[in-house]
Every structure is written in C-alpha cells, then in structure tokens.
C-alpha cells in the first residue's frame, strides 16, 4: 500500500505528540523527586558532600584541647588566654552560663550526617572575634565550621551577654561594695567619692548615611557613645545607654540612669562619709558622688576641677583630681587593647549589634579583674589605711611633690562661668552650681588636712 503525503504528516505528527508526552512526564518525576528531597529525600539521590576540615583539628580545637591548659602556669594556659584574651577557667564559666539556652545548644546531626558543631568551639569563636575583630570568614576558617554557623551564633551570643549584664556590671549596692569603692578613694584623698564618669566612642563604619550628621563629632568619623562609669580598680559598674557620636557629655550624661539616680538622691542618699574641715574638727557628710572632667554639668554629684581656681590649695586639689580620674581612662584602655574589635571600624549593620558587643566586652572585663583578684586586690589597705609598705610610702611621698605647686606671678586661671556656654544660655541652675562649689571647697579643705597630716596614699 502506498503511503500518500497525508499519511506520512499523520505519522511525523504522532511522533512529535508521543515524544512530547515523553518528555512532560520526565519533567513530572524530576520535579516530583526535587519536591520529595526537600523532606524525605528522593529516592535513589544522594546529597554530595565537599571534603571539609576536621573540627577536631582546627586551630581553636587544638588550642581549646590542649594538654595541661587548666594549669594557671603552664605554657598552653598562656597561649590560650594570649588567644582568646581570657584565662580558661573564665571560658569554661562562659559556656556553662549559656550551655542550657536554646540558641546555643543545637544537638543532632546536619544535612550531611556530621555531628552539630561543639560548643566550645562555637564560644571560643566568639571569643576570637572579641578579641581580633576579624570577619566571620576568617573566623570560620580557623575553628573549621562554616561562615553561617559562626554568624547564627555571634549574634546572639552577644545578645544574650548585653541583655543579662546586670549579674555582672552592677553598681555597689551592698555594703562590701561600697566600702571597697569609696574606701580606696578615702585613702586618696577624696572622701565620698564612689568611682570615675567619663564617655568613650566606638567606631560604626555602616552607619546609615541618613543618620551620619548624628553620629560625626569632634572624631570626624561616624561613632556610638557611651557613658561609663567605674572604681578605682577599673570595675565598671555602669554603663549608660548609647549615644550618637556627635553628642558631647553634657547631653549623654542626661540619659545615664545612674547619675540621675545619685543626683536625684534616689541611690546613697543615706551613706555617710566623714572629712575634715580647715580647722582639723571633722563633719558628717551624706549621698555620694563621681569624678569626671570638666565637660559634664555642674552637679554636686559630678565633681571635676574647677578651671578658676586661684588658689595654690585648690590648684593642688586640682591635680590631685586630675590623676586620681585616670582610672577611667584606663578602663577603657585596658578595654580596647584586649578586645580590639572596639579599636576597629566596626561593621555590624545595626546599633543594636554594635552596644551588644561593647556591653559583652565590658561583662568580660569585669570577670577577668574578679578572676586575676584584682577588685579585692586593695582590701587591706581600706581595712586598715595606715599600714603603708615602704614602697606605698615612696609613691605617696612622690605624688606629693606631684601636687605641690610653687608660687607663680599670676595663679588666676582664666576661664568662662562655669554654668553658661558660649551663646549664654543657662545650662545648670544656680542652685546646682552653688551646691557644687560648696562641696568642691569641702573637699579642698579635707585634702589640705589629710596631706598635712600624711594620712592618704597613692594606690598602685
């Protein structure tokens, strides 16, 4: 039988309609497969894997797992601490604060049948990050886990440290505490005072650039402020909300609730302190007060030097405040050298992520000074302020050739009112002011006294 055209475009058209078919249904099974792999997997598919790095050997597992680093002198304590900027026994108390929250613990295994990453390893990357300030990427190649997990886990690592900074960063509040802080300052030369006031910056490199006006100040480069506050051994025990950068102290320190607290008399208003008067007869004082500089308002509870000071006795207690305010300052040096992400740009995307890690940062800094002994370190000289060692008595006689000030031509000091700015306006009450100078001339009389009668030291 002859095959006529209409038959043979029958034929050609049936192929093409069954190869069609074909062809859909294969489609059909691949995408079912996909749909199924998402849950169960497809039948007969396997999940490829890539050779990755044992975390048991990485950097931070052989530094974590060394032999012998829970022994304080031994060479892999040192090079563990060198590391990760804290002693082990400080690390091992940080992953037991978080070993029961939810975020932190992930048990099981992941898509490709490897156990969850340990979670020291995962605190000790936290750690790192802390205290090089390197990005997630290095940081993942160093512990041997991916960039996502170290991610997933630095967030709210520091989160969780900045939301629970209160068991750790406190203000004094029991007796103890308070002794030991306005105890040291007693010896100095400074009674009622509890601890030093000052702001630091950190810098934000991925400000938004609508709020760049805001948070650029006198740094010329965008920051976050922040008001803190610390003793004499460098303890913070507040740190304020934080601030745009372009904000001076007068401004920040109006939204501290611990200085308004003081300055409100609604924390210290009971306590009691004693000094001496010109005349050697001691007085009864009550509520307590900061050291700061002279950029912050004239409050009787923010004692600072007093830039028209003429006389030599004041002039001498000026320098007496000047050096004994440094250890706020070096708070934050000892802060920024060991965690130098605070040093760096930094390049979290929110502020919120920048005040979480300067509050873990500081959380940290409190439980090395409680670990190394050194917020107890000046107990027995509080207990008992005239047993000076010979060396104690030999920085004390040098501070005091420090302070002296000899005669000159002109002792005034030429200066603007002391509560009125450049354009006039009023920015402290009188009252306030009055009651600054009152207690700024107490404390000059009390100093004359204690240096006349040698009864005050410097601590070191």
């Keep these: 039988m002859e095959c006529t055209t209409s038959n043979i475009d029958i034929a050609i058209l049936s192929c093409l309609v069954l190869s069609y078919i074909i062809i859909r249904k294969k489609r059909h099974a691949v995408v079912a497969g996909k749909c199924d792999s998402i849950g169960r997997g497809a039948p007969g598919r396997h999940r490829r894997t890539r050779p990755r790095q044992s975390r048991d050997d990485g950097c931070f597992a052989r530094i974590i797992y060394a032999e012998n680093v829970a022994e304080t002198d031994s060479i892999a304590a040192e090079d563990f601490r060198e590391t990760f900027r804290v002693p082990y026994v400080v690390f091992k108390d940080i992953v037991a604060s978080i070993e029961n929250c939810d975020w932190a613990c992930k048990r099981g295994v992941d898509c490709s049948g490897r156990a969850s990453v340990k979670l020291d390893i995962k605190v000790a990357a936290a750690m790192y990050r802390l205290a090089t300030g390197i990005g997630y990427r290095d940081i993942a190649r160093c512990s041997g886990t991916s960039t996502t997990t170290v991610r997933a886990f630095c967030i709210p690592f520091y989160r969780w440290f900045s939301i629970n900074r209160d068991k750790w960063v406190k203000p004094p509040s029991t007796a103890e505490e308070i002794s030991r802080h306005m105890g040291a300052y007693r010896i100095l030369g400074i009674p009622g005072a509890i601890g030093s006031l000052d702001a630091t910056h950190i810098a934000w490199e991925r400000c938004p650039a609508s709020l ?235 100093f004359v006294m204690s240096k006349k009668n040698k009864t005050w030291a410097w601590l070191a």
Aim: proline share 2%; aromatic share 10%.
């Design 212 to 446: 760049q006006s805001w948070y650029t100040g006198k740094e010329g480069y965008k920051t976050v402020a922040y008001n803190v506050a610390c003793g004499h051994n460098t303890e913070i025990f507040s740190i304020a909300q934080s601030q745009p950068g372009a904000r001076n102290d007068k401004t920040i320190v109006n939204f501290d609730d611990f200085v308004l607290s003081i300055r409100d008399r609604r924390r210290y208003a009971d306590l009691e302190w004693e000094r001496w008067d010109r005349d050697g007869s001691t007085h009864m004082e009550k509520g307590a007060f900061l050291i700061c500089d002279g950029g912050y308002h004239r409050w009787p509870c923010l004692q600072c030097p007093n830039k028209l000071a003429s006389g030599f006795k004041e002039i001498a207690f000026n320098k007496l405040l000047t050096a004994v305010r440094k250890d706020v300052e070096y708070c934050f040096g000892r802060l920024k050298t060991r965690f130098r992400i605070l040093r760096m740009p930094n390049l979290e995307q929110s502020q919120q992520q920048v005040d979480d890690i300067f509050a873990t940062a500081c959380v940290f800094h409190n439980m090395i000074l409680n670990h190394d002994g050194h917020v107890t370190k000046w107990d027995t000289y509080i207990e008992d302020s005239q047993d000076l060692s010979v060396s104690d008595k030999e920085r004390t006689r040098r501070m005091h050739n420090l302070i002296t000030t000899r005669a000159t031509n002109d002792a005034t000091a030429v200066g603007g009112c002391p509560y009125d700015d450049e354009e006039g306006q009023r920015l402290d009450s009188q009252e306030d002011v009055k009651a600054w100078k009152a207690l700024h001339f107490k404390l000059v009389d009390h």
